[in-house]
């Protein structure tokens, strides 16, 4: 842990809890690097992929399906 483990304004949960994320922000960091990009799109959209949040968006407006 960093700085946060001498501070007694912290409650033990929240150490803890900061522990948990730290650790699972390194396992996602480790998965990510060994994942392949995804392949480039032939004659798709321009900008960034418009399903990236589960949701279609195009032109600032969003649908679900």
């Known amino acids: 842990m960093a700085a ?3 501070n ?3 409650p033990e949960a ?4 900061l522990a948990e994320a730290a650790e699972r922000k390194k396992k996602q ?3 990510n690097k060994d994942k392949k990009p ?3 799109e ?3 959209r ?5 399903v990236r949040f589960g949701d279609w968006e195009k032109d600032g407006i969003i649908s679900d399906f």
Do not use: F, M, Q
Request: aromatic share 0%; proline share 17%; charged share 40%.
């Open 4 to 6: 946060n483990d001498n």
């Open 8 to 10: 007694p304004d912290i």
């Open 14 to 17: 929240a150490k803890r809890a």
């Open 29 to 31: 960091e480790k998965a």
């Open 38 to 40: 995804a392949p480039k």
């Open 42 to 44: 032939i004659l798709g």
């Open 46 to 50: 321009d900008g960034p992929d418009p």
